[in-house]
């Protein structure tokens, strides 16, 4: 399958610092990424989908100032948590979507945010 | 309602059995259907799509059942390394994907 990566795999900042996510696809170009929280024991929530070139499409209750998602290219998404605290602890999860007729999601391998 | 349901589990089961998953969806507009297995701390990984068909790989076999808008998973000889949690994930409106709690399943000796 396609490969997706995700730096950092960990990190743990100060209450109020920003932290920034990267997503990349490896070997397929992604117009679109999807980004997702999980918090331990609950389901994947989507908190945005990134389209390359054009400003992220945000779920209801996700602040798009806190959460700012830039897609600069077919290969790379961020994902910035600004002012981070500790409530944004969680594991951070984005997703490529394969080009042409491919509807499979690749996921990276995520990013656990402790914010102390 | 939520877009996907499923029976949380444990589901725990010995080596070799044979194990049954139901997931259902709310929107009957939705055209695909994944089950994805995420194993403890990791990211999910596909499992296999879920053709109107029906359709097998080894030993899981899914299916769709549209009138009744739900899926389904069967393992069947059950391995340790199959313990994990599964995902059922539909894609709706918008090209959004949305995703089940997870059935989680124990493989046990």
């Known amino acids: 399958g396609a490969v997706v990566s995700q730096h950092p795999s960990r990190v743990i900042c100060k209450s109020g610092t920003s932290v920034k996510i990267e997503c990349r696809s490896l070997?397929?170009?992604?117009?679109?990424m999807f980004w997702y929280r999980q918090f331990p024991k609950q389901s994947l929530m989507l908190m945005a989908t990134s389209n390359e070139g054009s400003k992220a499409t945000y779920e209801q209750g996700v602040e798009k100032d806190k959460f700012l998602i830039n897609h600069a290219s077919l290969t790379l998404s961020t994902l910035t948590v600004t002012s981070a605290h500790p409530e944004d602890s969680s594991f951070y999860i984005c997703?490529?979507?394969?080009?042409?007729?491919?509807?499979?999601?690749?996921f990276g391998p995520g990013t656990r945010l402790l914010v102390l | 309602r939520k877009e996907v349901e499923q029976d949380p589990g444990p589901f725990n089961v010995p080596e070799g059995a044979t194990v049954a998953f139901n997931c259902t969806y709310s929107?009957?507009?939705?055209?695909?259907f994944f089950w994805y297995r995420q194993d403890c701390r990791k990211e999910p990984k596909l499992l296999m799509s879920v053709y109107s068909s029906g359709n097998e790989d080894g030993r899981f076999t899914a299916q769709l059942n549209r009138a009744s808008q739900y899926i389904s998973l069967l393992i069947r000889d059950s391995k340790l390394s199959d313990s994990a949690t599964y995902l059922c994930v539909v894609k709706g409106n918008f090209n959004k994907f949305y995703f089940g709690s997870g059935t989680k399943l124990n493989v046990k000796p």
């Open positions: 997703s490529a979507r394969s080009g042409g007729a491919g509807e499979t999601q690749y």
């Open positions: 929107n009957s507009a939705s055209q695909s």
């Open positions: 070997d397929f170009q992604a117009t679109t």
